[in-house]
């Protein structure tokens, strides 16, 4: 069983940054993916970032292309997602969420989550 714990959120000013850690345990595999999605209020839950585990791969949503850089720590099993020039619009609830096989955009093809973790931008 995949286990997820994001950390790193908080409150952060307009064109502030912040990193969003999230440890992972359980069985991974080469054909591991993981990503980053967010939900704020009244909104459905939309992806951000995606990576795959072997290669490394990256894909970004247009909204936060050249802002947001995600990465992982292979040896520590950890995802990050490092968040610059932050906008108020970035603010809602970010969850870690993994799967196994190709990445996607569809949070509903992932069946794996963390808790989530709030980022709220605001001055």
């Known amino acids: 069983q995949v286990q997820l714990v994001e950390s790193g959120g908080g409150l952060v000013q307009p064109g502030g940054s912040l990193r969003l850690s999230c440890a992972v345990s359980g069985p991974t595999s080469s054909r591991f993916a993981m990503g980053w999605f967010r939900q704020a209020p009244g909104r459905e839950r939309e992806f951000v970032a995606g990576?795959?585990?072997?290669?490394?791969?990256?894909y970004y949503a247009d909204s936060v292309k050249g802002r947001f850089s995600i990465s992982r720590d292979n040896a520590n099993n950890t995802l990050y997602l490092q968040m610059n020039s932050l906008k108020p619009e970035d603010s809602a609830v970010y969850y870690c969420?993994?799967?196994?096989?190709?990445?996607?955009?569809?949070?509903?093809?992932?069946?794996?989550w963390g808790q989530g973790t709030q980022v709220t931008v605001s001055s």
């Open positions: 990576l795959t585990w072997r290669l490394g791969s990256t």
């Open positions: 969420a993994a799967r196994y096989g190709v990445l996607t955009t569809t949070s509903q093809d992932w069946p794996y």
